[in-house]
């Protein structure tokens, strides 16, 4: 679905013009993401037309940063989410590098579990001390 300019614009503010992903600002070229992809996860095959059309549709978009929509291509958001949650476990198995700022304390792994910058600005505020 191409999106004229006022549907543009509103799905931009969604999240405040930040990626509802990794929160980052949005820029001048952001992608409208398919929160449920509309095709399935397979890039091997040949540009066709989309799996799911019902699913082209403003409400089932997000405002993303190109790196972030590339990223998570025709994934859903928990397939994508497994696979950013086991980053550390890939650099330490492929990245001397890595390893190495690990060793030397430039970098501390945490497990910290994977939450997207829409999901955190649905958690409620901290109640502040009296
Ligand atoms: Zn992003």
């Not at 952001?30 to 890039?43: F, G, Q």
């Not at 799911?52 to 998570?72: F, G, Q, V, W």
């Not at 497990?111 to 999901?119: G, H, I, K, L």
Request: hydrophobic content about 30%.
């Amino acid at each position: 679905m191409a999106l004229n300019k006022a549907k543009r614009a509103t799905l931009r503010e969604k999240f405040g013009g930040r990626c509802a992903y990794c929160g980052q600002p949005l820029g001048e070229r952001w992608h409208a993401d398919h929160i449920e992809p509309i095709v399935r996860n397979d890039w091997l095959k040949a540009p066709r037309g989309p799996d799911y059309p019902h699913r082209d549709t403003l409400e089932n978009m997000n405002p993303a940063c190109p790196p972030c929509n590339i990223d998570k291509h025709s994934m859903s958001l928990e397939s994508w989410r497994d696979i950013i949650q086991r980053s550390n476990d890939v650099l330490q198995r492929d990245v001397s590098t890595f390893r190495r700022a690990v060793r030397y304390g430039l970098v501390q792994l945490t497990s910290s579990p994977v939450t997207f910058y829409f999901e955190r600005l649905a958690e409620p505020a901290p109640k502040e001390a009296p």
